[in-house]
C-alpha cells in the first residue's frame, strides 16, 4: 500500500470506527458485532505501525491499551474548580435563581435539572478541537492530570465534530461508572 493511499484508509477507517463507537457507548444502538468492530480497529492499528506518522494524537487506537497511569502531575486550574452547593428548600432555590438573575443581568434562561450522580468532578480541555487535558477538581485549585485515563472513556471524544465552539475551551462535568457496568466488571473478574 502506498503512503496516499494509507492516508485515505486511515481517514476511512477512522471515520467508520468513530462513527460505531458513539453508537456503541453513547448512544446504546450499535449496528456492528464487536468482532466486526474489533477487525476494524487492527486494521487502524496494522496501518498505524506500517505507517508510524500517520498515528494521529486523536487516532481510535489512542483508547486501546495498558497506558492507563497511577502517577499523576498535578495541575493548577486555569479558574478554580469549586463543587456545587446544596439546596434544601423553595426559599434556596428562589434565592439561588435571584443571584442568577442578577449575575446574568436578565431572566431570559432556562433550567436543565436532573439527578445528581456521585462520581469524580473532571475539566476537559480542548484545543483547536482535540482533547488537550483532563483534570480531576482535587482541592478546586490544583487536580490531578488524568488524561491518559480519560481517554479511555469511550463516550468522551478525543475530537470534537465541525461546529462553532472556541479554539481552546474548557467543559466541566461529572464522571461516573453506571451500576450496569459496575455489575458487569465485577462478573468479568
Known amino acids: 500500500m502506498s503512503f496516499d493511499e494509507a492516508v485515505q484508509e486511515i481517514e476511512v477507517l477512522t471515520k467508520k470506527i468513530n462513527h460505531h463507537n458513539d453508537l456503541y457507548y453513547s448512544q446504546s444502538n450499535p449496528e456492528i458485532s464487536d468482532y466486526e468492530f474489533d477487525q476494524l480497529l487492527n486494521k487502524l492499528i496494522e496501518l498505524e505501525k506500517e505507517f508510524p506518522s500517520l498515528k494521529l494524537p486523536d487516532s481510535p487506537t489512542q483508547r486501546v491499551g495498558g497506558d492507563i497511569t497511577k502517577n499523576f502531575e498535578s495541575v493548577t486550574h486555569k479558574y ?110
Open 80 to 189: 478554580p474548580m469549586l463543587s456545587l452547593g446544596n439546596t434544601y428548600s423553595k426559599e434556596e432555590l428562589s434565592d439561588f435563581h435571584d443571584r442568577v438573575v442578577k449575575g446574568l443581568e436578565h431572566s431570559n434562561f432556562k433550567y436543565f435539572c436532573e439527578l445528581k450522580f456521585d462520581g469524580v468532578a473532571l475539566s476537559v480541555t480542548y484545543k483547536k478541537g482535540l482533547l488537550e487535558k483532563a483534570v480531576t477538581r482535587g482541592d478546586g485549585t490544583r487536580g490531578d492530570n488524568i488524561t491518559t485515563n480519560a481517554k479511555t472513556i469511550r463516550s468522551l471524544p478525543l475530537r470534537l465534530g465541525h461546529g462553532d465552539y472556541p479554539e481552546e475551551f474548557e467543559v466541566r462535568g461529572e464522571v461516573f461508572m453506571p451500576r450496569k457496568e459496575f455489575d458487569r466488571i465485577n462478573e468479568e473478574r
